[in-house]
């Protein structure tokens, strides 16, 4: 059974603290995936790894990094936490496609943020 | 800009009835499409697929549709169950790389 999982389910943090979110996958995927999912705005993609030590700017980038040392391993860092960055975090990840087929990206259970 | 849109935020159906949600897209590169469930407090997972190549794919209750020329897919639950109550988010694969652009959830309530 396939599993990705995330280090925290919730996390409280104060504004301006460093803060690692942690994701995990089995699958020997190469793809890895961070998004935030917000109320009205749906999955917004932040960062994703398509190799270790390889990463791309998704959709809202500012504001966070991204280290992927090892293959299974993508972290997510806020660098300076503040209240805006309060989301619902969500890790996934991806094996590729095979043969015209698209395999789907399976997500973690995601992490709750909240920034005081 | 919003190239994925899913434009009805909730949807109430009575149980035992059709539910229809609706996406709409704007990228013509767009080759592949994914539904996903969400409940609280949990990550999506997958539900159905359809290929730009095809018109339907079905699943058990779940079939999804897609209207290329229309630019717009839809996923029909049938019979709808109380367990289906859940955010269900359209997402679309871009040809060429492997990132997917999501909806922004519809909000399914199936009254018992």
């Known amino acids: 059974d396939v599993k990705v999982t995330q280090s925290s389910r919730y996390l409280v943090k104060r504004t301006g603290e460093k803060v690692f979110l942690e994701c995990v996958q089995d699958?020997?995927?190469?793809?890895m995936f961070w998004y935030r999912q917000d109320p009205g705005l749906g999955l917004r993609l932040i960062y994703f790894?398509?190799?270790?030590?390889?990463?791309e700017k998704g959709d809202i980038p500012e504001g966070y990094s991204v280290s992927r040392e090892k293959k299974e391993r993508f972290s997510l860092i806020l660098e300076s936490a503040s209240t805006n960055q309060t989301s619902m975090y969500l890790c996934?990840?991806?094996?590729?496609?095979?043969?015209?087929?698209?395999?789907?990206?399976?997500f973690g259970p995601g992490t709750r943020l909240t920034v005081l | 800009d919003q190239q994925v849109k899913q434009n009805s935020p909730s949807l109430s159906v009575q149980e035992g009835r059709i539910s229809i949600l609706n996406c709409d897209y704007t990228n013509s590169m767009f080759d592949y499409f994914l539904w996903y469930k969400k409940y609280p407090a949990e990550g999506p997972t997958f539900l159905i697929s359809i290929s730009s190549i095809k018109d339907k794919n079905e699943d058990g209750r779940f079939t999804v549709f897609l209207n290329k020329s229309a630019k717009h897919l839809s996923l029909h639950i049938v019979p709808s169950q109380p367990g289906d109550s859940a955010v269900y988010f359209c997402a679309a694969h871009n040809f060429g790389n492997e990132k997917l652009t999501f909806g922004t959830g519809t909000r399914l309530t199936i009254i018992p």
């Open positions: 996934a990840s991806f094996g590729g496609g095979t043969g015209g087929t698209y395999n789907e990206q399976f």
């Open positions: 790894s398509y190799d270790v030590k390889m990463k």
């Open positions: 699958m020997d995927h190469e793809n």
